[in-house]
């Protein structure tokens, strides 16, 4: 995306967004999202949504020339509520798994960050069965961390624990209620920035299992709902080509989210 080749690419890629765009062109559409993962969804202090997934959406929209709104979901019932058309698109950081795209269908890859056990600095946990069993492991509910865990760990001996929350997760790992946690590195980046992460680091290598972790996040829509899917890869595309996306990248990370795990 950085060559010269991709420049010439532009007029035909704007062409071609355009019979894509001018469909949704002044019409609403409705984005779930799970606000409390920064720094990928998140709200300020005073209550606005932000957050470099927020960012990236309301981009694609912007291209579409579409009025996107936002209504705030639980992470568990993203696909439920997408399904139940309580609004028409999962913007939400989801990772793209197989067991999901059984029930919706996704974009292209939007972003990728691997899942990394998150444990005390010196702690030498690994990221296996062997290491945790006896251990106290959280993990979100509904995340591809839980499914994870819940399929090699917890068979194995391993205390397994879900909350609402990632949040709620790094605060019991701060507590000392957990011995680690597992989650998106992205998350982790922001935990240990806070003053009870500060004494925890990866412990491990990545997971990388695309049974369970896909190739990246996606926006997520209803099945056979086409003409928004197509919408929104245009949409994407478009970004990466004029640097929209770079200048969001940026503005949260000092790493390529595109390109993050691969």
Not at 133 to 146: C, F, H, L, N, W
Not at 164 to 192: K, P, V
Not at 252 to 260: E, P, T
């Amino acid at each position: 995306m950085k060559t010269k080749t991709s420049l010439v690419l532009l007029l035909p890629l704007a062409l071609s967004f355009a019979a894509f765009g001018g469909e949704f062109s002044g019409k609403v559409i409705k984005l779930g999202i799970d606000p409390t993962y920064p720094p990928l969804e998140y709200k300020t202090p005073q209550g606005l949504l932000t957050g470099f997934g927020v960012d990236i959406a309301q981009a694609m929209c912007d291209e579409m020339q579409a009025k996107c709104v936002w209504v705030e979901s639980s992470w568990d019932g993203m696909i439920p509520g997408l399904q139940a058309k309580k609004f028409d698109a999962i913007a939400s950081s989801m990772t793209i798994t197989p067991q999901r795209q059984q029930q919706i269908d996704f974009s292209d890859k939007v972003s990728n960050a691997p899942a990394q056990l998150v444990a005390l600095k010196g702690a030498n946990l690994q990221p296996t069965a062997a290491s945790l069993k006896g251990k106290s492991v959280g993990v979100q509910q509904g995340s591809s961390q839980e499914a994870y865990a819940n399929a090699l760990w917890r068979p194995a001996g391993v205390n397994v624990t879900t909350y609402q929350s990632q949040q709620e997760a790094n605060e019991d790992l701060a507590n000392g209620r957990l011995d680690a946690s597992l989650m998106a590195s992205i998350n982790a980046s922001q935990f240990f920035k806070t003053p009870g992460g500060q004494a925890f680091a990866f412990s491990g290598e990545p997971l990388r299992d695309s049974k369970y972790f896909g190739v990246g996040d996606g926006i997520g829509v209803r099945k056979g709902d086409t003409a928004l899917l197509d919408a929104f890869n245009a949409a994407l595309k478009a970004i990466i080509a004029n640097g929209t996306y770079k200048k969001v990248n940026d503005k949260y990370f000092d790493f390529d989210m595109y390109g993050a795990g691969q």
